[in-house]
Nanobody, 127 residues
Framework: QVQLVESGGGLVQAGGSLRLSCAAS????????ISWFRQAPGKEREFVAG????????YYEDSVKERFTISRDNAKNTAYLQMNSLKPEDTAVYYC????????????????????WGQGTQVTVSS
């Protein structure tokens, strides 16, 4: 079983930056991809960014592509989401998720692809 623990959320003014961390433990050797999702109040959870654990290929949702950067440190079993130029519409609970599935009917941007989830961390961007 993979356990995921997020940290780094908080309150920031528009235009500011935050870095989220996702520490993974337990069976991390077989992780295929770790991604970040977010859920704003009254909205469905949406994909933000993902990274393949081996190789480091990255994927981004269009609205964050020029502002957010996902990375990972395999030695520390940790994934990061660097968020710059934050906007009030980025306010949400951010979740990291992991999948071991190398093949699936669900794409990497679909939450049904992921079997392991963290507890979430709140990001609030004030205007």
């Amino acid at each position: 079983q993979v356990q995921l623990v997020e940290s780094g959320g908080g309150l920031v003014q528009a235009g500011g930056s935050l870095r989220l961390s996702c520490a993974a433990s337990g069976g991390t050797f077989s992780i295929y991809c770790i991604s970040w999702f977010r859920q704003a109040p009254g909205k469905e959870r949406e994909f933000v960014a993902g990274i393949r654990w081996t190789g480091g290929t990255t994927y981004y949702e269009d609205s964050v592509k020029e502002r957010f950067t996902i990375s990972r440190d395999n030695a520390k079993n940790t994934a990061y989401l660097q968020m710059n130029s934050l906007k009030p519409e980025d306010t949400a609970v951010y979740y990291c998720a992991a999948t071991k599935s190398t093949k699936s009917t669900y794409g990497l941007g679909n939450e049904d692809r992921y079997n392991y989830w963290g507890q979430g961390t709140q990001v609030t961007v004030s205007s």
